[in-house]
T-cell receptor, first 113, second 111 residues
Framework: NAGVTQTPKFQVLKTGQSMTLQCAQDMNHEYMSWYRQDPGMGLRLIHYSVGAGITDQGEVPNGYNVSRSTTEDFPLRLLSAAPSQTSVYFC????????????FGPGTRLTVT | AQRVTQPEKLLSVFKGAPVELKCNYSYSGSPELFWYVQYSRQRLQLLLRHISRESIKGFTADLNKGETSFHLKKPFAQEEDSAMYYCAPNENSNSGYALNFGKGTSLLVTP
């Protein structure tokens, strides 16, 4: 049982490039979320999903896309990277079975130059 | 509008001193409230939740609906408590899909 995994751990992009941050969980959790963590800003919700095929926007969705084709995977796509997207990205999952406790991945540190 | 306020970005205390990390929320109704902690080089993890009314690692948090606060307290801080702490109300606990985190308080416990 690996919990929540994220790849890559580190990534450097140039402005305008696109990429996908991967997130997977093996706990059969219904709910998955993406957050970004910035100094002085705390954790801000980007997108979330309440189940396969269902996603919705969080507080800071602009510049990001998500999809949830399976229960296990919840990739985050950066369409055209900008320096303002330099951040640490965390994926999390939760379930009614865990009383909504959020289980976090280890994070992806992204730098956009 | 900011719904969760953690007024202290940084809190520094001496080992053995009491510590209180403040959290105020502005949700209507009765949100479910959590404290999450991130130790250095570790992932975020749940510390405690108000529903369970438990004490974890010596920390407690009482929900004060009158003051809309959920302050985290520990009577005697330890160096290993140094970490980033986030208060996180969930406005709709029936969905449970995501949390609205405060900006966090960095706690530094010095010897």
């Amino acid at each position: 049982n690996a919990g929540v995994t994220q790849t890559p751990k580190f990534q450097v992009l140039k402005t305008g490039q696109s990429m996908t941050l991967q997130c997977a969980q093996d706990m059969n959790h219904e709910y998955m979320s993406w957050y970004r963590q910035d100094p002085g800003m705390g954790l801000r919700l980007i997108h979330y999903s309440v189940g396969a095929g269902i996603t919705d926007q969080g507080e800071v969705p602009n510049g990001y896309n998500v999809s949830r084709s399976t229960t296990e995977d919840f990739p985050l796509r950066l369409l055209s990277a900008a320096p303002s997207q330099t951040s640490v990205y965390f994926c999390a999952s939760s379930s009614t079975a865990t009383s909504y406790e959020q289980y976090f991945g280890p994070g992806t540190r992204l730098t956009v130059t | 509008a900011q719904r969760v306020t953690q007024p202290e970005k940084l809190l520094s205390v001496f080992k053995g001193a009491p510590v209180e990390l403040k959290c105020n929320y502005s949700y209507s109704g009765s949100p479910e409230l959590f404290w999450y902690v991130q130790y250095s080089r570790q992932r975020l993890q749940l510390l405690l939740r108000h529903i369970s009314r438990e004490s974890i690692k010596g920390f407690t948090a009482d929900l004060n609906k009158g003051e809309t606060s959920f302050h985290l307290k520990k009577p005697f801080a330890q160096e290993e408590d140094s970490a980033m702490y986030y208060c996180a109300p969930n406005e709709n606990s029936n969905s449970g899909y995501a949390l609205n985190f405060g900006k966090g308080t960095s706690l530094l416990v010095t010897p």
